[in-house]
């Protein structure tokens, strides 16, 4: 495994991040216990894998906590959320703290170190900072929270742009991101701040499900190329992402995919989801070869980096909130 610094945290982590949600629940969604999934977090930091992401929604805590059992607490670096805001509700100081009090109890820690504000719009901002965060800073000072998070939106907010608000606020020690091939925007609207300010980078949606489908891939780009969104020449091809795969590049699009957000400069962590231990070790594998080849890195940017529609980044059903 390879490791670097989160940011200004000074927190030790691995590029390389399992997030307990997404599609799969470390499995939990296809059927397995919960000691089978907690048996998959126990495979991840057997990689290397030092940083976990959770959260309430997930229905992962629990597991969590049930690998934490084995694993010494201050050899992997845990984070979990709260919202500020769920179906049309906006929550209250004291909810959020109760949320963080049972994500702690159900872990069975003392403290997260990173607990994240999540999928905050734009709109929601102004009452994160304001009413939720001074709340927050007062567990900090009791030790419950190590450092403090946000997490954007990338299904609905495609341009960043509650993260722009967020990175000229100083009390914010980590981003959570969405990037990836074909959504690029983070690397003018987020990365530079970032870098220059020491926000640690948590990055989501690098593969989601788009990159594992090639005939979707070609779906979704030929309706861009009738827009007139991208180049002409992208809807020629039945595989328009296949000039990633080569000797000397890429194995695979998802490969492909992982190769290149991982590299990005300004990423810190790439998370990925997974419920096989086959997924996790291919997944891994992928994150830790060398960057694409610069020549293939300048395509994907000079054909998608302009790219503003959010592409592939598939949610669960949730609607945008009312404002």
Not at 60 to 82: F, H, M, N, Q, Y
Request: hydrophobic share 40%; net charge negative.
């Amino acid at each position: 495994m390879e490791y670097t610094t989160l940011g200004k945290t000074g927190l030790k982590v691995s590029v390389a991040g399992l997030g307990c949600g997404g599609f799969s629940r470390l499995g939990l969604k296809a059927g397995k216990s919960e000691d089978e999934a907690a048996g998959l977090i126990h495979q991840a930091v057997d990689l290397g894998i030092n940083f976990i992401d959770t959260a309430p929604s997930y229905g992962t805590e629990g597991v969590v906590g049930k690998a934490l059992k084995s694993i010494p607490r201050d050899s992997v670096v845990v984070a979990t959320k709260a919202f500020v805001h769920r179906d049309n509700e906006w929550w209250t100081p004291e909810r959020v703290v109760a949320s963080l009090d049972k994500s702690l109890k159900l872990m069975g820690t003392d403290y997260v170190d990173v607990f994240n504000l999540h999928g905050v719009y734009e709109f929601e901002y102004k009452h994160a900072r304001e009413v939720i965060v001074p709340a927050l800073l007062e567990q900090k000072a009791k030790g419950k929270i190590r450092h403090l998070g946000i997490t954007e939106n990338p299904i609905e907010d495609h341009t960043n742009a509650m993260l722009k608000i967020a990175q000229h606020d100083p009390v914010w020690e980590v981003f959570m991101v969405g990037f990836h091939m074909l959504h690029q925007g983070a690397r003018d609207n987020v990365f530079p701040a970032t870098r220059q300010k020491g926000i640690g980078t948590l990055l989501m949606f690098a593969v989601r499900s788009i990159f594992a489908d090639p005939p979707r891939i070609a779906r979704e780009l030929k309706a861009l190329a009738a827009k007139g969104l991208v180049e002409a020449s992208v809807d020629q091809s039945g595989d328009p992402l296949g000039f990633l795969v080569h000797d000397g590049g890429a194995d695979t699009i998802t490969e492909a995919a992982y190769r290149f957000v991982r590299h990005e400069p300004g990423v810190d962590v790439v998370l990925f989801g997974t419920g096989d231990a086959g997924h996790l070790h291919a997944n891994v594998a992928s994150l830790l070869k060398p960057a694409l080849p610069e020549a293939d890195r300048q395509k994907l940017t000079a054909l998608f980096g302009h790219l503003k529609e959010g592409i592939g980044l598939d949610g669960h059903g949730h609607s945008a909130p009312s404002k």
